[in-house]
């Protein structure tokens, strides 16, 4: 029978307060491996299937591995284990909270079946719920016995219901995915938040168009960052097998200058003070938006803007203080070659222009094109640098609740992909004990 209320305060699914919930849950992850998962509050059973022959594993609470998730891997022998993973590496093997109950491979499937405690038997292993809902799920599997680099991956959600007691049913969520030669998925989404903070949600082309920018959905995305993940290649299917095996191996070498310190000394002071990085997105949090035209092809300059406060500006080293006064030494602004027009930043309490920068594109007109900064179709982006020394302008004072207005300005006479508008620099805190 229906729920015929207008608006109800209890919560979904949930059990009574402090009381864990037997709950339920079977998926398949990304058609790469199926987990199905039970408990009673206390002991859960999990089985996993997959390939036999070859490793393959799935991780919990998370949609990539840069969240270093707690993952239970199966071996090509049907051993297991688990592990604490890393970005883009293998990670650590934990000490085993399991009891392996059966291990078996039939018509080229392992089916792996252990138990384990609900509760995480460390602070790297993973609770599991006791509460119904959904939990973020990656799956992999390799093309060797042991845990190497994986040969597909995906992500997935796992929904778990209560198993012991009726439940409400929630209304379903939409996960979109992005499929690389069939094989590798990936979570799509981007957060596209809505004015003042940025244009992304209502006037997201730059054309001051009531639409949404095309990167804020999978269904009118183009292209971009998204696209461009390790070990993918942007080729078309049917030529998958022509991707060569070789692997590039080249070095960086960094070279750093600096000063010595010299502590303050009254009446003189301390030779210099601890710079402090920030970074804003004007596109907040998208980083691989599209520049659009409302006429393709007609000669057209776009903008996109930002209103966000000194709090906002991506300060590095806070530390909970909720109330900041700042020096800006830096200011400098990030975008794309060939579109890129320029970047201006305005403290909009006062109206002035804090840093404006114009992209500046190797040509003749400027000398050699081979010359440094001046490299032909190449972009140069001069930073903003303030000072005390002769000759530079005094550092602006902003503090926590200064209004900051950002835009940049492009041409848009043709849709471009994949692009940042980005605000960096460094600053010092006026509470800096040194």
């Not at 085993?96 to 790297?124: K, M």
């Not at 809902?133 to 994986?150: C, K, L, R, S």
């Amino acid at each position: 029978r229906f729920n015929t209320a207008a608006s109800s305060k209890a919560s979904c699914a949930f059990g009574e307060a402090n009381t864990a919930l037997a709950l339920f849950g079977e998926a398949s992850l990304g058609s790469l491996t199926n987990l199905t998962l039970s408990h009673d509050g206390r002991t859960a059973t999990l089985v996993l299937r997959g390939p036999a022959g070859v490793w393959f594993g799935v991780g919990f609470g998370a949609t990539a591995m840069a969240a270093q998730p707690y993952a239970l891997i199966v071996a090509g022998d049907g051993t297991l284990c688990e592990r604490k993973l890393e970005d883009h590496g293998p990670g650590k093997m934990l000490n085993a909270s399991f009891t392996l109950v059966s291990s078996s491979a039939t018509d080229g499937v392992r089916t792996v079946v252990l138990t384990r405690p609900v509760a995480a038997a460390s602070a790297e292993h993973f609770a599991l719920p006791t509460t119904a809902g959904e939990v973020d799920m990656i799956a992999a599997v390799g093309n060797t016995p042991q845990f190497a680099y994986h040969k597909a991956r995906s992500s997935a959600r796992l929904a778990l219901v209560p198993s012991a007691r009726p439940a409400c049913v929630c209304a379903p969520k939409r996960d979109l995915h992005m499929s690389y030669m069939n094989t590798s998925t990936i979570k799509f989404g981007y957060n596209c938040v809505d004015e003042p903070r940025s244009d992304m949600r209502r006037h997201g082309d730059g054309t001051g168009r009531a639409v949404p920018n095309m990167a804020c959905s999978m269904d009118t995305y183009h292209g971009g960052l998204q696209c461009c993940k390790h070990s993918w290649f942007l080729t078309d299917i049917e030529q998958n097998e022509r991707i060569p095996t070789a692997v590039d191996t080249y070095f960086l070498k960094w070279r750093f200058y600096f000063q010595e310190y010299t502590p303050a000394s009254p009446p003189a002071p301390a030779s210099h003070k601890h710079m402090h990085h920030w970074v804003f997105l004007i596109d907040q949090q998208v980083n691989d938006y599209e520049e659009d035209n409302a006429h393709y092809g007609t000669q057209s300059i776009g903008r996109i803007s930002a209103t966000l406060t000194g709090l906002q500006l991506g300060l590095e080293d806070l530390h909970g203080m909720s109330t900041v006064n700042m020096s800006f030494f830096v200011m400098t602004p990030h975008c794309h070659a060939p579109n890129c027009i320029r970047e201006e930043l305005w403290n909009a309490d006062t109206g002035e222009i804090l840093c404006n920068v114009s992209a500046k594109y190797g040509h003749p007109k400027n000398g050699n094109t081979s010359a440094v900064f001046n490299e032909a179709d190449y972009v140069a982006i001069p930073p903003c640098i303030f000072g005390f020394q002769p000759g530079l302008q005094r550092p602006w004072q902003i503090n926590g609740d200064t209004k900051i207005v950002a835009h940049k300005y492009f041409n848009n006479t043709y849709r471009h992909f994949g692009q940042m508008a980005q605000w960096t620099g460094l600053m010092t805190y006026a509470t800096d004990p040194y």
